[in-house]
């Protein structure tokens, strides 16, 4: 569960240390003038500099796991008031699951979320932009050098790539981002353009173990009236069982539900609304 206090980031900046090496090249210079032996010195202890700062300023910027959480806690607050209408138990989820991609240490695996779109959400755009904010909230704690983005696909999309060129979109992705949306999942019709969710939600050998995947599964009315709200992972994999039983053998769905529906299976409610600049990219 999403602890309350919040915490703040220090980061200090190595200007000083480049300005006092500076202001104390320039005071070398202006002494050593005239003089063949202190030139030397001052030769012989610009390439020592050189040496010991080249490290320095290309060594490794990027947030560690405690920055990573803390950036990400942060936004989670603001969007866990944005979200009224969400149950604690979808809020609960979706901290343990997103926040497990930012530890210190690689998980083992890709987060993957199913969320159940009831029938009064199918046609809006609260799924989507709910998906996109808390996307970018993840990619925000990586503090990429350009502006973060969540790649969405449609079956639609995927279905007129070849499966390489959907494989080549999803690392190309992931160099700089590190959440996709799949907005219909259901309706991809194609054994082979299914596998590539085989391959990158694998628990082993993901191509991105940091990735985040949110698959969009609709729910009709009749399926939430007979099951429990705390039976929504064995309903979503019955849904998606049913739908792809035309496509695929029960032998190769069965893995592919493992790794698409490996994370927690969440259920959209309404009453909320969303803007995507509810988090900003950084």
Not at 225 to 247: F, Q, T, Y
Request: glycine share 2%; hydrophobic share 40%; with cysteine.
């Amino acid at each position: 569960m999403e602890p309350d206090a919040e915490q703040q980031d220090i980061l200090i900046p190595p200007v000083p240390i480049v300005t006092r090496f500076l202001t104390f090249v320039r005071r070398f210079v202006t002494y050593a003038k005239g003089s063949p032996s202190i030139k030397l010195s001052l030769f012989v202890v610009l390439m020592i500099s050189v040496v010991l700062l080249v490290p320095f300023f290309f060594e490794d910027k990027s947030p560690n796991g405690t920055e990573r959480i803390n950036s990400f806690r942060r936004d989670f607050h603001i969007l866990k008031t944005r979200f009224p209408a969400q149950s604690q138990d979808t809020m609960d989820k979706l901290w343990s699951d997103l926040s497990a991609a930012l530890e210190e240490s690689e998980p083992r695996e890709p987060v993957s979320m199913i969320l159940l779109v009831p029938s009064i959400l199918i046609s809006s755009d609260f799924p989507d932009c709910f998906a996109e904010v808390f996307g970018k909230a993840v990619n925000n704690a990586f503090r990429t050098k350009t502006p973060t983005s969540v790649l969405k696909l449609s079956a639609k999309r995927i279905m007129t790539h070849s499966v390489t060129d959907i494989h080549e979109e999803l690392k190309s992705h992931f160099q700089n981002n590190k959440a996709v949306i799949i907005s219909d999942i259901q309706n991809i019709k194609s054994p082979d353009h299914l596998t590539i969710f085989h391959a990158f939600c694998d628990n082993t050998h993901a191509p991105e173990k940091r990735a985040v995947y949110f698959f969009f599964v609709p729910l009709p009315d009749n399926r939430w009236e007979v099951h429990s709200p705390r039976n929504l992972a064995g309903v979503a994999k019955e849904i998606l069982e049913e739908l792809w039983l035309d496509v695929l053998s029960l032998d190769r769905i069965h893995p592919l539900l493992a790794r698409v529906g490996s994370g927690s299976v969440i259920l959209l409610n309404d009453g909320d609304t969303c803007a995507t600049d509810y988090v900003p990219s950084r």
